[in-house]
């Protein structure tokens, strides 16, 4: 008879414990917490999200104007007709000695004609909640990491050639001199309103401080 009785005394046992315990949670207010298998895709409470990390390549930017290959273009072209004449009326002059220099600064410039429209390629700049990065260079890549509260002030400039382009150079001033950056090639109302956005993420950040 107590063999048989015993599974059911079993239950009994078990649903007291059970109720018992209920109680005491109830009672103290901490529920004990038995957390199950994370899915992919559900944020886990209390783990922090892993930080976002910035573009290492200018395809994940704004771009400059591609308008900008031709100011380049015509400023290589001024250096090359400057230099090279210039040398080659001294060999004519002084004799073979200049044909050394001419030579190297003639490949020199050729090698720009084709590398200008790359560079321009590779320029190009992306707004994060922190930070300004810009893109620059192709041959050496580098990306600049600008945070907004390391901002003095920005300047927004052209000359006559980029003028008659629509187009303005920026350049953002920093705390350190040796660390301000140019980014050339903007339309001029992009240009603008990055100006007016960037001083006034400064002047939050330096607020805020």
């Not at 103290?28 to 910035?54: D, M």
Request: one cysteine or more.
């Amino acid at each position: 008879m107590n063999a048989s009785m015993s599974p059911v005394m079993s239950k009994a046992v078990s649903g007291a414990a059970g109720s018992v315990i209920a109680m005491s949670e109830a009672l103290s207010g901490s529920p004990e917490h038995h957390p199950g298998p994370n899915t992919a895709g559900q944020p886990t409470t209390g783990v922090h999200s892993p930080v976002q990390p910035l573009p290492s390549s200018v395809e994940e930017m704004h771009k400059v104007s591609p308008k900008l290959m031709w100011p380049m273009l015509v400023s290589n072209a001024l250096w090359t007709i400057g230099v090279c004449g210039g040398l080659y009326l001294a060999y004519r002059e002084w004799g073979w000695g200049f044909l050394i220099p001419l030579g190297i600064f003639t490949v020199i410039f050729i090698w720009r004609f084709f590398l200008i429209p790359y560079q321009v390629r590779n320029m190009g700049w992306l707004e994060t909640e922190d930070e300004l990065v810009l893109s620059t260079g192709k041959m050496f890549h580098t990306i600049t990491v600008i945070p907004y509260g390391r901002i003095q002030f920005v300047d927004v400039q052209s000359g006559p050639i980029t003028r008659a382009l629509g187009l303005k150079e920026l350049t953002v001033h920093t705390a350190s001199n040796s660390s301000n950056s140019d980014l050339p090639g903007l339309l001029a109302a992009d240009a603008d309103a990055l100006r007016d956005r960037l001083a006034l993420k400064a002047r939050e950040r330096m607020s805020g401080l």
